[in-house]
């Protein structure tokens, strides 16, 4: 089922968009893959950035829910699922689009580490085949081997990403004695914060340095693309903020 799915029509797209490309490089191939399933998921990538900015703007109220119901977890909770019901948020819209991820990742793992064979029986008789394949990006990273330089900016542009992302936590309010007023949600989703924005892009910058390039290629290319759409969907948080009545 995952071959027939995912790692066929992902091996027959290489194919093809190889003998597309300026001497029949693969590493062209994989960015323009890349943006093409970038672009057909463009629709639950927007949501899930515009559902991240929506929280952004709810942050106030919700501030306000965690303070007005302190002492009681439970109608926290229920009135917390009443805001995002009420504003047509959902906070784990960002799963499935990881999920869809997963499996594209893997068809390129394991593309690059088998090796593309063009006379292999699977390939659609309708696919065009280059002559040969160059088995790297521009003539100059071997995609078939872990490379440092790519999986740095993997990390770099996770934390990117991640960064503009991020809902801000609440500042913690001072007592009258001088100390800050902190509590168990404050401090759960400030730690969560910093791990998000510092351990895991790091985490994900050593994962592909342990797999070929390939892998470190899509991810770039696919942080940037999500980092252009972040800020384009920024630069419309006005019209979001009037739908939601909400003053920033």
């Given at each position: 089922?995952?071959n027939?799915?995912?790692?066929?029509p992902?091996?027959?797209?290489?194919?093809?968009?190889?003998?597309?490309?300026?001497?029949?490089?693969?590493?062209?191939?994989?960015?323009?893959?890349?943006?093409?399933?970038?672009?057909?998921?463009?629709?639950?990538?927007?949501?899930?950035?515009?559902?991240?900015?929506?929280?952004?703007?709810l942050?106030?109220?919700?501030?306000?829910?965690?303070?007005t119901?302190?002492?009681?977890?439970?109608?926290?909770?229920v009135?917390?699922?009443?805001?995002?019901k009420?504003?047509?948020?959902?906070?784990?819209?960002?799963?499935?689009?990881?999920?869809?991820?997963?499996?594209?990742?893997?068809?390129?793992?394991?593309?690059?580490?088998?090796?593309?064979d063009?006379?292999?029986?699977?390939?659609?008789?309708?696919?065009?085949?280059?002559?040969?394949i160059?088995?790297?990006?521009?003539?100059?990273?071997?995609?078939?081997q872990?490379?440092?330089?790519?999986a740095?900016?993997?990390?770099?542009?996770?934390?990117?990403?991640?960064?503009?992302?991020?809902?801000?936590?609440?500042?913690?309010?001072?007592?009258?004695?001088?100390?800050?007023?902190s509590?168990?949600?404050?401090?759960?989703?400030e730690?969560m914060?910093?791990?998000?924005?510092?351990?895991?892009p790091i985490?994900?910058?050593?994962v592909?340095?342990?797999?070929?390039?390939?892998?470190s290629?899509?991810?770039?290319?696919?942080?940037?693309?999500?980092?252009?759409?972040?800020?384009?969907?920024?630069?419309?948080?006005?019209?979001?903020?009037?739908?939601?009545?909400?003053?920033?």
């Amino acid at each position: 089922m995952y071959n027939t799915l995912v790692y066929y029509p992902i091996y027959n797209a290489l194919v093809f968009l190889t003998a597309l490309m300026p001497g029949n490089d693969i590493g062209l191939a994989v960015v323009v893959l890349t943006l093409l399933v970038k672009t057909i998921l463009a629709p639950l990538s927007h949501k899930t950035i515009s559902t991240q900015k929506k929280m952004k703007d709810l942050e106030p109220l919700i501030a306000e829910i965690k303070e007005t119901h302190k002492k009681d977890r439970e109608a926290q909770a229920v009135k917390m699922m009443e805001l995002y019901k009420e504003h047509r948020v959902n906070p784990f819209s960002g799963i499935v689009l990881m999920f869809i991820q997963i499996p594209i990742i893997l068809a390129l793992f394991f593309v690059f580490q088998s090796k593309i064979d063009l006379a292999a029986d699977f390939i659609y008789s309708f696919v065009m085949k280059p002559a040969t394949i160059g088995m790297s990006f521009l003539g100059l990273i071997d995609l078939t081997q872990k490379n440092l330089l790519l999986a740095v900016l993997v990390g770099f542009t996770q934390f990117i990403q991640v960064k503009y992302s991020l809902p801000p936590t609440v500042k913690k309010e001072k007592k009258k004695d001088g100390e800050e007023d902190s509590s168990f949600g404050s401090d759960f989703a400030e730690g969560m914060n910093f791990q998000m924005k510092y351990v895991l892009p790091i985490f994900i910058g050593f994962v592909a340095y342990g797999l070929s390039a390939v892998v470190s290629l899509y991810w770039i290319v696919n942080n940037v693309f999500t980092i252009i759409h972040e800020f384009y969907v920024r630069n419309k948080a006005g019209k979001i903020a009037d739908e939601l009545d909400i003053s920033r």
